[in-house]
């Protein structure tokens, strides 16, 4: 079915039955080849006598009428009449404007917040600035302008009926809707770097390390090849916001949903791929059971930003299926989008935010005077202190504090017992520090961790 078809199925897929006008008023005000396949329909035998509530919930009559549409009007013709016909079988227009403003600003809001957090953080407990941190101030970048794009998008109709917007309006938003695509992929490539980079601060396993950075690259070549497949998919670029009004309005419709809905489908699985990747590495930790579920618990955030994505896509098959592609899936499916970066943002600065909160637990315990002593609770395995060699190729996950977000605010004691084991084969030192921090070396690489009370990840 083609673009006209599927727009105009609402004009006659009607569900109300009560009308507002007569089909005799749509024939005077329509346009001309409208009014000439409401003639030619209503003459043939399916539909000659049939009163209008009939005729308002008849597919086939909307599949005739459709082709009719498609082969004699314009794309403004074909919403004027859809616009009569919905008033004619007592369509209420749609409008959810008012709710796409209040739930992007207050997304992009919680994002800012919990951005303004991570730097707080990092500033007050003198965290070390890492590459994880340097994506993050970009993701927000991007952020900003994408939420400014969507508000002037509801400005030009974003949120209500096609057929109710004058052809500035359209050609606005299409034009708009064009920049908000490219925005959308280069803050999606830096909210999804900044949770890769984030691992590669955190976990020291060379072989995981390895697997995060080729998640990374093809991250980037995501980003980039899709970017690049938008830029093209009109030829010239005005075409983009200028084609619905041409007969090359189907096209730009077709090229919108093979780019968008293969994008969204990769952009899922790799979401999937990276909510996994660091549960691997801490169910190999050396820790309790209850310790290990509660640091896997913080890691596991990050299924919100799945959830987010499932819905996205689910949105999009929607769109790509439905016979109405003005409104209702395409609309909330940019929304969606615009939910997907915010949440993103969000989901990367959890890791700090929980050490700021820590933090000043810590500080209120102080000040009440009731600073309690570092538990004897083990929070480690049982482990023997056996040598083990440098030249090992094998490793077990470690947690590295490379940017120093693992340390504790507090001032710490620490004893500590150094073993060294020399033979013939190799010279092996295994250092473990006892106290509020407790040390693990593996294979020449430390692995930091604070008290049963204050692990911090």
């Known amino acids: ?88 079988c007592g369509i209420k227009p749609t409008n959810n404007v008012l709710l796409y403003r209040l739930t992007t600003l207050i997304m992009a809001g919680l994002a800012l917040l919990f951005f303004a957090l991570r730097i707080i953080t990092t500033v007050r407990l003198r965290l070390k600035w890492a590459m994880d941190d340097s994506m993050a101030v970009a993701s927000v970048v991007f952020l900003i302008p994408v939420v400014i794009i969507m508000q002037f998008m509801m400005q030009n109709g974003l949120g209500v009926d096609l057929w109710y917007l004058s052809d500035h309006q359209i050609t606005e938003g299409f034009r708009l809707f064009f920049f908000l695509e490219m925005l959308y992929l280069a803050a999606r490539v830096l909210v999804k770097s900044t949770i890769l980079c984030f691992f590669l601060r955190i976990f020291s396993n060379p072989r995981f390390c390895l697997i995060v950075k080729i998640t990374l690259v093809f991250n980037v070549l995501i980003g980039v090849t899709f970017f690049i497949f938008v830029f093209f998919q009109t030829t010239p670029i005005s075409l983009f916001w200028i084609g619905w009004q041409t007969k090359e309005a189907k096209r730009v419709m077709l090229g919108i949903i093979r780019l968008t809905l ?68 395409a609309q909330k499916a940019m929304i969606w989008s615009c939910i997907e970066i915010s949440v993103g943002i969000m989901v990367s600065c959890m890791p700090h935010i929980r050490n700021l909160v820590r933090h000043i637990k810590s500080r209120i315990r102080e000040k009440r005077g009731k600073e309690k002593e570092p538990s004897n609770e083990a929070v480690f395995i049982q482990r023997s202190l056996v040598p083990i060699s440098v030249g090992d190729a094998t490793s077990e996950p470690a947690l590295f504090d490379e940017g120093l977000l693992l340390k504790d ?48 990840v």
């Not at 059971?289 to 499932?310: E, P, Q």
């Not at 520090?433 to 070396?441: C, D, F, N, Q, V």
Request: some cysteine; hydrophobic content about 45%; charged content about 15%.
């Open 1 to 88: 079915m083609g673009l006209f078809k599927r727009l105009v199925f609402l004009a006659a897929l009607f569900c109300n039955g009560v009308a507002a006008q007569s089909f005799a008023s749509v024939l005077t005000e329509a346009p001309q080849c409208a009014a000439d396949c409401l003639v030619t329909l209503f003459s043939e035998e399916p539909f000659a006598g049939k009163n209008q509530s009939a005729i308002c919930q008849d597919q086939q009559f909307a599949d005739a009428i459709g082709n009719c549409l498609t082969a004699k009007c314009t794309v403004r013709q074909t919403l004027d009449f859809i616009k009569m016909s919905s008033a004619v």
């Open 262 to 329: 293969p994008h969204a489908v990769l952009v899922l699985a790799l979401d999937i791929w990276v909510l996994i990747l660091p549960i691997t590495q801490l169910w190999e930790l050396g820790l309790k059971l209850r310790k290990k579920i509660g640091v896997m618990a913080m890691f596991s955030f990050g299924i919100f930003l799945t959830v987010v994505a499932v819905i996205r896509v689910h949105q999009l098959v929607l769109f790509a299926r439905s016979r109405d592609l003005t409104v209702i899936n």
């Open 409 to 456: 605010s507090a001032a710490t004691r620490t004893t500590t017992t150094t073993t060294t084991t020399t033979n013939t084969d190799a010279i092996t030192t295994v250092s473990t520090t006892i106290g509020t921090g407790k040390m693990e070396s593996i294979n020449g690489r430390s692995s930091s961790y604070t008290s049963d009370a204050d692990t911090q």
